[in-house]
């Protein structure tokens, strides 16, 4: 019913959303003397604040088209490669020279945490130059009907291992925050398996793999609540007329409302430099507050039981770490890893996983020498610097790029002289 509320308000301010629109245009347009004035420019000031504040922000777009390869700029094409009916994989399809050396194969897994997988635009971006990227594109759960089935924890993994075999060998994973859990799974099954298509490396970045080492206020609320809380507080029936209407979920504005309320504070300050920059015309600082939130404010829904599931395994029991995560009834073992390189990637401030806990996949890929593993903590950056940002690009991109390019998977030791030959021009 909450859901429903939700959606009734949202449908109630729609004429309301109208009016400020147009005030807006009418105080905005250049032919209006008011709109020189400071008068006129609060005027549209407030009206474009109270819009974008009410608003639903539909999906962003990546809008990448082009990157530089070899120090010339070459256009790119989103291309989707591999479909289920909660995600799709893209690939960034650079169009380079043909007989040009191949460079390694990426998949970025993106987090399936209430935003769509364009938060990870930045890290697209910065990696595109070095490598053909994929990314999973996860789908909004309130869009998926409901006979296309459930979509659980086990069933993520079954498309992170789906997505490997697609892609074939000698591919190298990335997963940023939440899916690291899961990947690092999917991982071990297939190492388990003795599965040619596990990858060659895999990166985990401000991941909550042991989320018993310096404890965040998102992992507090978990050890605060059982399972029964947060089925009763926080899972909802997607309303009529959506594709998905009946199925359970997790709204992705009740994620959004936990991560503002974290940093309510600065979202304010935010909000109110947007209303001044408005007044006193200066366009940058508005554009740039405006791209931030056009993303930010954009989120999706996430199925019951997959955030259930997640919760229970990751936050509440800390099952991997103690060796009590199971997939489809068997265990998972990051021991079993022996021929997929491991770096792991966190941030000095990181609010969301606390230092520590995506180190913690160290300790639980036992069997993996220590010149396979590498791990990198970037001063100075919060959770979402670990992924995105200058620091990021200058920092954390050469690492990953040199690790992906610097590690075999045949014989299980590095194979820097090896992999240095195989990619000259």
């Known amino acids: 019913m909450f859901y429903q509320l939700y959606e009734m308000n949202h449908a109630a301010l729609q004429p309301a959303r109208a009016f400020a629109e147009a005030t807006r245009l009418l105080y905005s347009n250049p032919l209006n003397p008011f709109s020189h004035t400071p008068w006129g420019r609060s005027v ?31 256009p790119v094409k989103e291309k989707t490669v591999w479909s289920k009916p909660f ?5 960034f399809e650079r169009e ?18 209430g935003h769509y997988a364009t938060l990870l635009r930045g890290t697209v971006e910065a990696m595109l130059p070095h490598a053909e990227v994929y990314i999973t594109d996860w789908i909004d759960a309130r869009t998926v009907p409901v006979s296309a089935g459930r979509f659980d924890l086990d ?10 075999h697609a892609l074939g060998p000698d591919t190298h994973v990335m997963a940023v925050c939440q899916p690291s859990v899961p990947v690092l799974a999917a991982v071990s099954i297939m190492e388990a398996e003795g599965d040619r298509f596990s990858p060659a490396t895999m990166t985990l970045m401000g991941g909550p793999i042991d989320t018993r080492r310096n404890p965040t206020a998102v992992n507090l609320l978990a050890k605060d609540k059982d399972l029964d809380w ?15 209407f009946g199925r359970e979920v997790y709204p992705g504005f009740l994620q959004l409302s936990g991560f503002m309320t974290m940093n309510l504070d600065r979202h304010i300050i935010a909000h109110k430099d947007f209303f001044m920059n408005l007044v006193k ?29 997640t919760v229970d395994t990751v936050f509440i029991r800390h099952a991997l770490p103690k060796g009590e995560m199971t997939y489809r009834g068997v265990p998972v073992d990051p021991g079993k890893i022996r021929n997929v390189a491991l770096f792991t990637v966190e941030g000095e401030n990181d609010d969301i996983s606390g230092l520590g806990q995506t180190e913690a996949a160290h300790g639980l890929c036992a069997s993996l020498p220590a ?44 194979a820097k002289a090896k992999a240095v030959q195989a990619f000259k021009p």
Not at 87 to 91: A, E, K, T
Not at 155 to 164: P, T
Not at 230 to 244: E, H, L
Not at 288 to 300: I, P, Q, S, T
């Open 44 to 74: 549209a000031a407030s009206a474009e604040l109270f819009e974008r504040t009410t608003r639903r922000y539909g999906k962003p777009q990546f809008g990448l088209t082009s990157t530089i390869v070899d120090w010339k700029t070459v």
């Open 87 to 91: 995600c799709r994989l893209i690939h």
């Open 96 to 113: 380079v020279p043909a007989g040009r050396r191949a460079d390694p194969k990426l998949l970025i897994v993106a987090p399936m945490s």
């Open 155 to 164: 069933d993520y993994i079954d498309y992170v291992i789906d997505m490997f």
């Open 230 to 244: 947060f089925r009763d507080n926080v899972i909802m029936t997607a309303p009529w007329p959506v594709p998905g």
């Open 281 to 309: 015309h200066d366009g940058d600082g508005a554009e740039k507050h405006r791209d931030f939130y056009d993303e930010y404010l954009a989120v999706m829904d996430l199925t019951a039981e997959f955030y259930l599931q």
């Open 371 to 414: 010149d396979m593993k590498a791990h990198y903590m970037q001063p100075a950056v919060g959770h979402y610097g670990v992924f995105n940002g200058s620091r990021f690009r200058a920092e954390i991109v050469p690492r990953i790029v040199d690790f992906i390019t610097s590690y075999g998977r045949n014989t299980g030791v590095p």
